[in-house]
Each structure stands twice: as structure tokens, then as C-alpha cells.
T-cell receptor, first 115, second 113 residues
């Protein structure tokens, strides 16, 4: 258990509405990530953060924005949800291990359905 | 860009037997890390095993071991003495010197009693 929680765990929303997903960690790790998981695609990186107010885009960032105003929280916002954003969203943190190795640990996921 | 390929969408194994899941990757870098993650029906992503590219010795974690072939860019996962609790989706993942992971599409493993 890497001390990562996500909220909400499930959400159904309508096309065109804004949605914010929250990721919270308890261990002050610097790096945090948002992924989406879709059948046949594995997990794909949306955005990540390397510190407070420091964020960067991943491979599928269109339609998403993020914010990190404090170390423990990383928010993912869909400004105007579309049906193509129906997915399972995972938050992750990066934990330093021996040498220069980092390992990513994941939250429980949020299932988002856009109708 | 790095790519990770898992060519087996589904695999099955009898309980107590051994199964090997395949993963290949494409990279031009020499320093990187490879991972296997397990995702059971609960949806939780669980780190199973890690391999550093600079290490020649294959990583092992209890019943889980890898066959890392750097020249062939191959990273397979072997599960020995398979148990019903091993049934899950397994993802291979790659990370270079940065912190970002690239995942394969996953292999769904079924364990038959």
C-alpha cells in the first residue's frame, strides 16, 4: 500500500460537463502521474508532475488539464467531457529504490463513464 | 519513441504448472528498466518484478522470474507453480532514464484448477 487514494472511485457524467478527479498521496513523493486504461491499449500517460506547480504532458493529453498546488494532491480535469474519455483513470507515484531505480505505485483507479 | 509489445492477448495454465508471458520492446537507449505489473479483477495495479538493463542476472521474486535478453530486446515473465490467485492481466512496462513508463497492451492469464 503506497498510501495513494483516488476520488471519486466511480463517476457517471454527461457529455460537455466538467469533471475533476483527485489523487492524494500521504508520503510526499515528488513525482505523480495520471494514466488512462482502455481495452487493447494498456495504460497510457495523460500528464505527470515533478513537483508543486510543475507538470508536463504525456502521450494522450488532449482534452485534459492538471494541477498540483501542494505535494500531496494531483488533480486531473476534463474541461468538457466527451464519450471518448470514458475510461478507467489511474494515479501513480514514483518511489526511489536502490541505485537510480524508481518504481511506480498505483492508486485504486477511477471508473469514469461519459454518457 | 519506445514501444512495448505483448504478443499474447490471452494465456492459460493449469494450477501448479509453469507459464511464460512474452514481452518485447524497442529502444535505442542502453540504460533502462523493465517491469511486470499484475492487475487482478480488483483492478489494482501491483508491481510484480523489476529488471535493470545494466544487470546481467535475471530478477526473481519467489515464484516469479524473468528471462531478460538485452540484445533481443526481450523480457519474459515466468510464473512457476501457478496458483489460482495468479489469474490476472499482466502488463510489461519500460522506463528509460526519465520517470515515464510505457506499457504493453497486456496479457490476460487464466489459471485452470
Amino acid at each position: 500500500d503506497a498510501g495513494i487514494t483516488q476520488s471519486p472511485r466511480h463517476k457517471v457524467t454527461e457529455t460537455g460537463t466538467p469533471v475533476t478527479l483527485r489523487c492524494h498521496q500521504t508520503e510526499n513523493h515528488r513525482y505523480m502521474y495520471w494514466y488512462r486504461q482502455d481495452p487493447g491499449h494498456g495504460l497510457r500517460l495523460i500528464h505527470y508532475s515533478y513537483g508543486v506547480k510543475d507538470t508536463d504532458k504525456g502521450e494522450v493529453s488532449d482534452g485534459y488539464s492538471v494541477s498540483r498546488s501542494k505535494t500531496e494532491d494531483f488533480l486531473l480535469t476534463l474541461e468538457s467531457a466527451t464519450s471518448s474519455q470514458t475510461s478507467v483513470y489511474f494515479c501513480a507515484i514514483s518511489v526511489h529504490r536502490t541505485g537510480s531505480s524508481y518504481e511506480q505505485y498505483f492508486g485504486p483507479g477511477t471508473r469514469l463513464t461519459v454518457t | 519513441a519506445q514501444t512495448v509489445t505483448q504478443s499474447q492477448p490471452e494465456m492459460s495454465v493449469q494450477e501448479a504448472e509453469t507459464v511464460t508471458l512474452s514481452c518485447t520492446y524497442d529502444t535505442s537507449e542502453s540504460d533502462y528498466y523493465l517491469f511486470w505489473y499484475k492487475q487482478p479483477p480488483s483492478r489494482q495495479m501491483i508491481l510484480v518484478i523489476r529488471q535493470e538493463a545494466y544487470k546481467q542476472q535475471n530478477a526473481t521474486e519467489n515464484r516469479f522470474s524473468v528471462n531478460f535478453q538485452k540484445a533481443a530486446k526481450s523480457f519474459s515473465l515466468k510464473i512457476s507453480d501457478s496458483q489460482l490467485g495468479d489469474a490476472a492481466m499482466y502488463f510489461c512496462a519500460y522506463r528509460s532514464s526519465g520517470s515515464r513508463l510505457t506499457f504493453g497492451e497486456g496479457t490476460q492469464l487464466t489459471v485452470n484448477p
